[in-house]
């Protein structure tokens, strides 16, 4: 087997490959790549060589883990997972990324394709309208500084608050769609102009909202479907992808400037400038995991006022109320967080970038009604092939420290994509095909081909025999809103 | 006056990477700030009805250049702007030993309808950041978290 190094890797499983300590001068641990053979092979080198960067950070435990969407990162590769012990190991804001909590968000309805097909380009028109997306887009909620801080302390709850959302919705966050331990005071004034006036938008980028169809021929454990609300039959769900916006961009610029320096102080040496890190319990380490968490907050709230105005969007084109259309949320999951975890080591912080946290049934961190299931997973393909829901599984735990992927992961670069296709042809392909487009920037959408990424049936098709998270569902998309 | 950038694919597949080029360094701030600029919108089609002024000053020209773009990243999210052009001009300040910035952004609120928008940048990156002279060239190489 060819890959794009020359590091040792061994084979554990058909899924599973080890680079051992010996491979690079530093490594503390073991990196494991989940993947198959043939998307090994695909890997960048990048990958290789981040991870095991990753593996001599100060503090981690067991391995150095890459999912099989992993692709070349700042610092760590995205598909990354690491767990530092909290007494003695870092944290690094590499390892979450500049959108602290993207995430993916669910949405179900009780309409079916044939209800949506006829009026399926008048409700793109009205979502395009009622979420702003691309370069720099602004929301509707107009905040005061004080009431920004609400939003960083209480997340999602502060959206329901508002109205902007329902009481139930919060059971079907991760978290509750509020993280403990976040305080306003650790970010700065910079971030907070960034972010204010920018709640309940997409972004641009691979960011998008999706309007997709359940298929029956694509329920794969239709016991656990049912349980989240899916029911096939050409159902008609929704699917969010976006994070923190301007604010989480800037706290994460912010601590990256504090750590470059904090690191000279507590003598910590690392292999690429953008794995700058802090000792966890260092008022450095502290004051990030505190502003992280008010940005994380703050993306639960973002995907928050967005599922309100598809809501209203859906309401508005159908002419019932959403909770009449059974638009309930399936699940709302983040992949680019570091959270505090307990496992066989203690307790660790767990940076996932690009990776999703998978617990297993019978976790208490879980809500109620995912208990006896797992953890809902949501992972969002190319705009041009489908998305996955899946559940976590008690093997997660054991192996990945609760985590599995989180989407398809790139193969060319934007400026190649630009050049294979042009973003009006793609539109008119799309739409030949049945997926209606609507995007801010026709070069974005380009960049955005489905070419441009693994097949994500592939990627899920791993984690699924690797036993990490088992597949529930496919999901393929008929309308796709792009930044 | 030779002011250019160029984009290094094989650099970021996910994100943009593009080395920048001067013969001096007003020239080398005038080409990274055009580049940051093209990411995001098409200047062609935005117009100069807003400006700021920046100034900074640094002991080092590559922390200079890194808080200039990360200035115009800032402010397309903070005045909810794109740019028509990023004007610069850079001098060695010898009685301090450092650097000086005296930079004039014009653009004007992002307008989806006029504008010809490419990629929100959430970040200028720290990752194969570099500033350096060969010759009497001054070159820079940065890459833009999208």
Known sequence: MKLNTTMEVNRVTDEIWEIPPSAKDGMLVPARIYATEQILASMDSGVFEQVTNVACLPGIRRHALCMPDGHWGYGFPIGGVAAMDVENGVVSPGGIGFDINCGMRLIRTSLLRQDVQPRLEQLMTELFRKVPAGVGSRGFVRLSRHEFEDVMLKGARWCVERGYGWHDDLQRIEERGCIAGADPSKVSDHAVQRGISQLGTLGSGNHYLEVQVASNDRIFDRETAAALGITGEDQIVVMVHCGSRGFGHQV????????????????????????????????????????????????????QVITHQIREAFSAVFGQSAEELGMEIVYDVAHNIA??????????????KGATRAFGPGQGELAEQFRKIGQPVICGGSMETGSYLLVGTHQAMEETFGSTMHGSGRTMSRAQAKRSVRGEQLKKQMEQRGIIVKAVSMAGLAEEAGFAYKNISDVVEAVDRAGITKKVAELRPIGNIKG | MTKSFKILEEVALADTAFEAFGDSPTELFLAAGQAVIETMANPKTVQARWERVIERTDPELAGLLFDWLSEIVFLKDAEGVVFREAKAVVTEDRSHGGWTLRGTLTGEPIDPGRHDLHNDVKAVTKHLYEVRKEGNRWIARVVLDI
């Open chain 1, 252 to 303: 994460a610029s912010d601590y990256l400037q504090v750590f470059e320096k904090a690191m000279r102080r507590y003598g910590i040496t690392v292999k690429d400038q953008q794995l700058a890190c802090a000792p966890f319990r260092s008022p450095e380490g502290q004051d990030y995991f505190a502003a992280m968490n008010c940005a994380a907050n703050s993306a639960f709230a973002n995907r």
């Open chain 1, 339 to 352: 959270k505090v975890e307990r496992y066989k080591e203690g307790e660790l912080v767990v940076h996932r």
